[in-house]
C-alpha cells in the first residue's frame, strides 16, 4: 500500500507514472467495466480519447455512452486515469471530481483548451 501511495504522490505532482493494474479489484467489475477501464488505462499520459474510441477498442463500437457510464463509476480513478476520455468534439464530458478537476489532470499532462473549453489536439487521439 505505501508503494500506491508514493506513486499517487508522484502522479499528482506531474511525474509520469505507470501503476500495477495487478493490485486493484477488477475481478469485481463487469467484463464490458473492466475491458472500458482496461482500455482506458492505455492511454498515455499527455494523450487523449474519446468514449467512442474506446467503445471501438473493447469490441463494442456503438456503446459509447456505456463507455462513459463505465468511467464515471471508475472505482480506481488516477489509478485508472479516466480524465484522458473526452468527447469526440473535443469537450471535455464528464468527470465524477467534477469539470474543474478534470481540466487540471490535463492540464498537469500539458493537454490545452481553447478559449471555448474544448481540447486542443497538438496530436491525433490516441
Given at each position: ?7 499517487l504522490e508522484l ?29 482506458e ?9 474519446t468514449?467512442a ?6 469490441g463494442?463500437?456503438?456503446?459509447a ?30 468527470f465524477?471530481?467534477?469539470l ?9 499532462e ?17
Amino acid at each position: 500500500m505505501t508503494r500506491l501511495v508514493s506513486r499517487l504522490e508522484l502522479f499528482l505532482d506531474g511525474s509520469p507514472v505507470c501503476f500495477d493494474l495487478r493490485i486493484l479489484a477488477l475481478d469485481q467489475c463487469t467484463d464490458f467495466r473492466r475491458r472500458a477501464l482496461l482500455a482506458e488505462s492505455r492511454v498515455p499520459r499527455g494523450r487523449v480519447t474519446t468514449y467512442a474510441r474506446l467503445a471501438a477498442r473493447v469490441g463494442a463500437p456503438s456503446s459509447a455512452r456505456a463507455v462513459g457510464r463505465a468511467l464515471a463509476t471508475n472505482p480506481f480513478p488516477l489509478v485508472i486515469p479516466c480524465h484522458r476520455a473526452i468527447r469526440s468534439d473535443g469537450s471535455p464530458g464528464g468527470f465524477q471530481g467534477g469539470l474543474t478537476m478534470k481540466r487540471a489532470l490535463l492540464e498537469q499532462e500539458d493537454i490545452r483548451f481553447s478559449p471555448s473549453g474544448r481540447v486542443v489536439l497538438d496530436q491525433p487521439f490516441f
